[in-house]
């Protein structure tokens, strides 16, 4: 969803009117085991395309870091992954 910012611009008392625009992706699924849960493995690559599909969804300038291609992120230096909350 992108625009609703503009509905209620932070200090405003009432909303204004605002064109908002939603987009819907295609369906993603995680792969189950044979007992029905989904592994850290799978739940890891599961999320990353997950949150690259959402990116691509959104206007170039609201992707933040899963806008990036595949091709552009450095396996394995966390460069994909949310930064700890300490």
Known sequence: ???????????ARLPRR????VRVGEPLMLTR??????DRQELASGTDRIMHAIAALLPPAQRGRFGE????????DGSDRAPSRR
């Open 1 to 11: 969803m992108t625009g609703s910012n503009r509905i209620f611009p932070r200090g």
């Open 18 to 21: 605002s064109r908002v625009t």
């Open 33 to 38: 085991q044979a007992s029905g849960r989904i």
């Open 69 to 76: 291609t595949e091709g552009t992120r450095r396996p394995g």
